[in-house]
Every structure is written in C-alpha cells, then in structure tokens.
C-alpha cells in the first residue's frame, strides 16, 4: 500500500514537472504570438494550478476512480494522450476535411507547429476529473481565441483551425451558453469559409476548361468572393420562401423610408421663400387659419382597394399612425376573397401594412382597444371575425355560420369592458345580440333578441348600429331601419328586463340610422348622455338621453318618446357622424354627397365650420362615387380624422388648432355647450309645454 | 408567407413589391445580395448611371451565366448592367461587412438593422438581413 502510494507521488512529481515546462511552453508561446504576454500568461497559472490541486486530490482520494480521460472526453479510453499522438489524429482529421474539400496536398502542411502546442494544453484538460462542483471553463489560453477571429488569410490556415474546432465542443464541458453560441457561430463561419473557398476552386476549375488563363490571382485576393450565381442556383435562390420573406420586409423597410416626407438635412437657412410658399394654402384644404382642415394623405391600392367600398374605418388606439379599413367585395374578381381588411400606415403610402382577408364582405372592423394586435370584424354572412396582426392574413378565429350566432349580416361590433375582462359584442340585423369571448368565437357567451317593443308589422328590430356610453357596459342605444333609437340592456334590472327597454324611445329620424355616438367623456364637465345620430333622412340629431338608472324612478306611461334637442337638417343623406374625442362641440359628418363637414355647436348650430372633400382618384367612377360612408377621429390626439366611401379611397384629415388637437381645449368650451344644451332643453319643454296648453 | 393563402391576381406578390419600389418616385436602382458571399442576386434599374463599370473588357468580368441571371427589366446593355452592379454589389457588400464590424466591437450582441448613407447626389438605403442585402439608390429631394 505505501509503495503504491508513493509511486503515485512519485508519477504526480513527474507530471507536475512535465506539466510546468509545457506551461513555460506555452508561455514562451503565447509571447511569440501575441507580443504581449503579460496578460496572456496571467490567467493560464490560476487554472493550472488549479489542475494540480485537482488530479493531487483525485490521485489522494480516488484511487479506483478511472482517470478522468475515459469519463467524458472523446479521447480513446485508457491512453493517456500524448502530445504525438493527438496530434497525429489531429492531422488524421484534418486531412480528411481536407480531401472533402479537394485540397489534400495542402492538408500534410496543416497542423503549423505552434497549432500542435495549443492543442496539447487543450489535451491535458481532459485529464482533470469532472470537478464536482460546476466549474465554468473560462477559455483563457488566448492564443487560441484572439487569432481564430481574423479572416483567413490562406487557405491553410483556415484548415489548421478546424481540429481544434472539432475538439472544442467537448473540451468546454460546462460550457457557459453565450459560449457555445459564439462556438457554434464560429463554427457556421468557417464552414461558410470552407465553402466559398470550395465554390472559388470549382469556379477557377471551370474558367481553366473553358479554357481562359485566368489571373486567379484577382478573384483570390479580393475580399470579396464576388462571382455570378447560375440560372439554377439564381431561381432556386428567388423562389425560396425565404427570399420571398425578405423581399416583403424589405421593401416595406424601404417604402417607409423614401416615404419620410421630412428630409433630416434640410438646412433652413437657405430655404426661407419656399417656407413661405407652403403657408399659402396647397393642397386639398378648407376652413381659414386655425380652423383649417387639410387633406393630408390617401390610401388606395390598386391591386386590393379597387372597385371595393370602405365600410368602416378606424384607428389604432395604440399607434396612431396605423388605420384599418374594411372593405366590401370586388364585383370583378370573383375569385379574390370578398371581404378584406387593410391596415394602412401613414408613413406607408403605397402599400398596406398588413392586409386580411374574409370569405363574406366585412361591414364593420375594429381594433380592439385592450390588445393593439387584435382586429375584430363582422360580416355579411354573420360572421364574427378575430385576426392577429401577427399571424397570417386568414383570420386566427371566426364564429360558427349555423347553430348559435348570428345568421344575419353584423354591421355592428364591439369590445367592452376593462382590460382583464372584455367581451366582443355583436348585434345582426335580426336583432340577435351576441356576447362573445376574445379567446373563444365557437360559440357566444351570452344571446339577447331584440323584439319591438309595440309591434305593427314586425315583431323584430333590426339594428343596424349600437353604441355603447363609456361608463357602462350593459347599457347601450341601437339605431333602427325603422328610425327610432332604442335603449337596450345586456341584463335585467329594476323596472326593465334585458333586452330593449320598453318604456322610452327616441323618434326622430324617419329613416334608417346610420350611426349613434354617445359623446366622449373627458372634461370638465359631463357630457356622457349627449347623443349624436345620423340617418338617411337627410338629418343628424342631437340628443339627451336618460341615465339608465333614472327611467324607473319616474313614472311614466309605457312607450315615451323622447325628442331631439337638435335637429340639423343637411343637403344629402347623412352616413355617419362622430364626436370629436377632445372638443366637446367638435364633430365630423360626411354625406352621400361626398363632404366631410365639421362643425362645432360651441360656434355655430346652423352651419358647418368647414366642409371639405377628399380628392377624387383621377382613374375613378365618376357617377355616383362621391358618396363617403364613414368618418373617424383619431382618439388620442384628436387632430386627424379618416374618411371612406364608395370610391375605396381612405383619405385622411388633419384639422387646425382650434378644431382639434389637445393644446388649445379650453373649459369655455365645456361649459358652452352644457349652457346650450340647457338653453335647447328649456326651449323644448316650453314647446312642448305650449303644444299641450 | 403572409399572402400565400391569397389567391393572386395573375401577378406574383414578390414582383408586384419589386415593381412598386422601382416605380417610387426617386428610385434610381436596387440590387438584392446574398449577405453570405455577395453575390448578385437580382438587381433593376440604370445602376450603369450611377457608377460606369470600371472594367469593360471581358478578361477581368466575372464569369456570368449567359442570359437571365437578371431581373427581365434590364434590356439592353446587360453586359454593361451587370457588370456595374457586380461591382456596386461588391462595393456595398464590403461597407456592410466594415460597418457591421463597427457594430460589433462597439456591442457584440447588437446587430446592424439599417444603412442610410446620403451623399450630395443621392441616398443608399441598405437593408441588411439575416441572408440577403437589399440596396436601394435613390434621389434625394433638392437640399
């Protein structure tokens, strides 16, 4: 036993002799390569060291232990690796890549001698047992890492590389992550090396059987492995899927840079008569100094937009340079999907940044303002659409066309609710009313049909827009074929049951209305029971509308009308009307004559403020294809506004200070339209104080 | 793949984007690279105009492929044309590889998104991504 231990002792001696002049080896190596060997050398000590402790404790502790080499190294087990014979299957490897790559007289020279020492340290790391704790390998030897990363300057070079690279993925057995990643990126490299190199040979090969004495020197020592693909390599190349990917990003890239209309150089000092050219009104505008309003851009897309009409539009809530717009068929291309969405950039002018698709034309679309990649949509055939702004152009889910749902066409969708708990709701023109999850369109949560509540002719209501006030989801108006505007609850509630409250409408409008919007809640005074309405009897009405709660404490006579406070009659039919989201007396409205007209009840009730167009397309129908469907205001600014109609164009509105924006607001505003809003009540009681006396 | 599941118009969606960025108002040239060796691979435009291949004589051309290795817009002088957007393309490949260099030391996990390089003439917009190199030269507006 003590013989076998000193022997031991005896071999550790030698090996930590031998062990220190490979050091000083390395050392003197290392000095040579890098000419600064202070601190090269300084971390090699501490991992020798290190070594020592490590195999004196192995050789103390574990004597039946095999030697690390057999554990986990892809060394043959049992012989101890000498530097020979390492370097001999080294070589052996290397002049097998090397004859791959038709190269094998230069595969003997590979291995240079300094190569053969860096690989025998790496060698001798092996030898140390797996330490028990996990030790990171930080790899110090310098000499290895710091030149490998300069470009290959000849070809032997880049081979003599390779053995080590083969063995450096089990050297580094507990290799930090980034590490392997860098090694494996390394690797890529130099097989890309490799390969260029290959393709540069063959390429030599064919010039000389083409028979041109060719300075090969040229192509060689340029950088730049430039050459011409073949027709083969070039079509298999551009009809990649890949490549298709690219070309899509790419262009988008630079579609959105050419199109930045600010030009970064400009040097102002040189520019002043032109500055004062663009004061002067250019352009599509109306409206004088800071009431203007200026077309700013359309969208239109020959290849999608054609021949389509624009049936709802919106914006982003979470980049306001993103609108969608939905679109109804092509009668012309038949195998196109009928109904599309296209969600615009206005930094984008010539293409669609996303773009999606339906089976049925779709009637109305919407972000969803919990989620910016969501866009909801409702469709002819009754459909409720979901798409992802992150996945394929098809929709990622769709409500059921038979059994639950709707079986009529849905021109209204909507989500409300908080951020954690939303539902879509969806009412079709059979009054159903359906309650839809986000995660799940297969089938509604909830159903309510709306009936008429004094039926003539038909016992159903067909709804064509619902709008729902800020502060509660479960209440919300409908706007009917028939005229009247009905308040409707989502649940039973004290003195009314779910579903259209019977005790009060609005009779007003003696044609289908086209849009109901509650006004938008944010200022100093509450202005959330104004309600505006436009319909197709030539009119857009204002209205106050009862708080849901209050209608059961009054006593009043089933089937109360309640009458507009105002009532302004307009030139055509009136499609759609909008609050704007910051002034409290600002809205938009656009006619079948193809206007945008704002007006602002804080200034003027008789006349608009402005009344704009968009341009006409000059390729465009001219009959009849004037007529604009929707306006939308850009909630979080309040300073544009989008239209859409017939002509499939989407034209955006920018308005001056005074008639958006959120700088200029001033409480006057508020509190001039609630004193107007009490003058028009007051004077409507009287009237009707006067029609009953 | 987004507008694989589209049924087109008897237009490939790839050429229909190509042809709308020659279209862009500005747009002198683009030449589309393989990021990992350089090479050509489709390309549009007088790209002759803005740099006159250096070498003409057919001894130090790169050897090409007869016929077709380039997009169909370019007609006439397509010895010329090619050449001078080999040697562009080559060009160009070098300033990314040097620029992505400077990426690198300055931050190794960052990565090059965007060239812009604007000169008194005109603009290259490089788009480099992960395989390919797109290289738009166009005019810049009147500074």
């Not at chain 1, 490998?148 to 993925?169: H, I, M, N, V």
């Not at chain 2, 390309?43 to 050897?63: E, H, V, W, Y």
Request: charged share 25%; hydrophobic share 35%; net charge negative.
């Amino acid at each position: 036993m003590d013989k076998q231990r000193r022997d031991e002792i005896q071999a550790k001696r030698a090996k930590l002799a031998e062990l220190k002049r490979q050091r000083e080896l390395r050392a003197k190596d290392t000095g040579r390569g890098s000419g600064s060997p202070s601190d090269l050398i300084a971390p090699t000590p501490g991992r020798d060291n290190r070594k020592d402790i490590e195999s004196l404790i192995s050789s103390l502790v574990g004597d039946s232990r095999p030697v690390s080499t057999g554990a986990s190294s892809p060394v043959p087990k049992g012989s101890r690796p000498t530097s020979v014979l390492s370097g001999g299957e080294l070589s052996a490897e290397a002049s097998d890549l090397a004859s791959q790559s038709q190269a094998p007289g230069q595969a003997a020279a590979a291995p240079s001698q300094p190569q053969v020492l860096t690989t025998v340290a790496l060698q001798t790391v092996y030898e140390c047992p797996p330490s028990p704790v996990k030790e990171v390998v930080t790899y110090s030897t310098a000499a290895q890492t710091t030149e490998d990363w300069a470009p290959p300057t000849s070809r032997g070079r880049a081979f003599s590389e390779l053995p080590e690279e083969d063995d450096l993925p089990g050297v580094t057995s507990t290799p930090s992550k980034r590490q392997s990643r860098r090694e494996r990126d390394r690797e890529e490299e130099l097989r890309q090396k490799i390969r260029d190199e290959i393709e540069e040979e063959l390429l030599e090969a064919r010039e000389r059987l083409q028979g041109g004495p060719l300075s090969g020197g040229a192509v060689n020592t340029s950088n730049f492995p430039a050459r011409a693909l073949t027709d083969e390599e070039l079509n298999a190349v551009t009809a990649s899927d890949e490549f298709f990917d690219f070309v899509e990003r790419s262009t988008k890239v630079i579609e959105r840079a050419l199109d930045q209309e600010y030009d970064v150089l400009t040097d102002y000092t040189l520019q002043i008569q032109s500055l004062e050219d663009d004061e002067e009104q250019t352009g599509n505008t109306a409206g004088k100094g800071r009431r203007r309003v200026k077309e700013v851009v359309q969208f239109y897309d020959e290849r999608w937009s054609k021949k389509r009409m624009v049936s709802s539009i919106d914006f982003s809530p979470k980049f306001p340079e993103l609108l969608l717009a939905s679109y109804t068929k092509n009668p012309s291309a038949p195998h196109d999907p009928d109904g599309i969405v296209q969600v615009w950039n206005s930094h984008l002018h010539d293409r669609p940044e996303f773009l999606f698709h339906a089976q049925s034309d779709i009637l109305t679309a919407k972000f969803s303002p919990f989620h910016p990649n969501l866009i909801i949509g409702g469709t002819y055939s009754g459909q409720v659409l979901l798409w992802d702004t992150r996945a394929k152009s098809a929709p990622v889910q769709k409500t059921p066309l038979t059994g639950t749902g709707h079986s009529h066409p849905v021109y209204s969708v909507d989500i409300v609710g908080t951020q954690n708990a939303n539902n879509i709701i969806s009412v079709s023109t059979d009054g159903q009313l359906c309650v839809w999850s986000v995660d799940m369109l297969s089938q509604p949560q909830e159903q309510l049909t709306l009936t008429n509540p004094h039926p003539s002719k038909f016992d159903d209501v067909a709804p064509t827009t619902m709008a729902f006030p800020a502060a509660d989801p479960t209440y919300f108006l409908v706007g009917s074929e028939e005229g009247p505007i009905y308040p409707c609850h989502r649940y039973d509630r004290a003195g009314a049951k779910a579903g259209i409250d019977t005790r009060v409408a609005y009779k007003g409008h003696a044609a289908p209305v086209m849009s109901v919007a509650f006004h938008p809640p944010r200022g100093p005074v509450d202005l959330g029971d104004l309600v505006l309405s436009s319909s197709l009897d030539w009119s857009v009405k204002l209205w106050k509308v009862r708080a849901p709660a209050a209608t059961s404490t009054v006593v009043e006579s089933a089937g109360t009308s309640i009458h507009p406070l105002l009532d302004l009659v307009r030139e055509d039919v009136v499609y759609d009307a909008a609050w704007s989201p910051v002034r409290p007396g600002v809205f938009a409205l656009v006619d079948g004559a193809g206007s945008l007209e704002i007006w602002d009840i804080s200034v003027e009730t008789e006349i608009p403020i402005a009344k704009i167009s968009p341009t006409a397309r000059k390729e465009g129908r001219q009959l009849l294809s004037k007529s604009l469907n929707k306006v939308v205001w850009e909630a979080s600014e309040g300073k544009r506004l989008a239209t859409g109609g017939i002509d499939s164009t989407v034209s955006v509105f920018e308005v001056g200070p005074d008639l958006g924006g959120k700088d200029g607001v001033r409480a006057e505003e508020w509190t001039s339209v609630k004193k107007l809003v009490a003058r028009l009540e007051a004077a409507g009681a009287g009237a009707a104080a006067g029609a009953t006396a | 793949m987004a507008d694989k599941t589209i049924p087109s118009n008897g237009t490939d969606p790839m050429d229909e984007a190509l042809h709308r960025l020659s279209r862009k108002p500005g747009v002198k040239a683009w030449i589309m690279l393989d990021r990992s060796t350089g090479a050509v691979l489709k390309s549009n435009g007088q790209i002759s105009s803005i740099r006159p291949a250096k070498s003409a004589n057919s001894d130090t051309a790169l050897p090409t492929p007869t016929g077709g290795s380039f997009s169909t817009d370019v007609t006439a002088n397509t010895d010329n044309e090619s050449q001078a957007a080999q040697e562009l393309g080559s060009m160009v490949w070098g300033f990314m590889s040097t620029a992505g260099s400077l990426v690198q030391e300055i931050d190794t996990e960052d990565e090059l998104k965007l060239l812009r390089l604007r000169t008194k003439k005109q603009e290259l917009v490089i788009v480099p991504e992960p395989k390919y190199i797109l290289v738009v030269v166009h005019d810049t507006p009147p500074a």
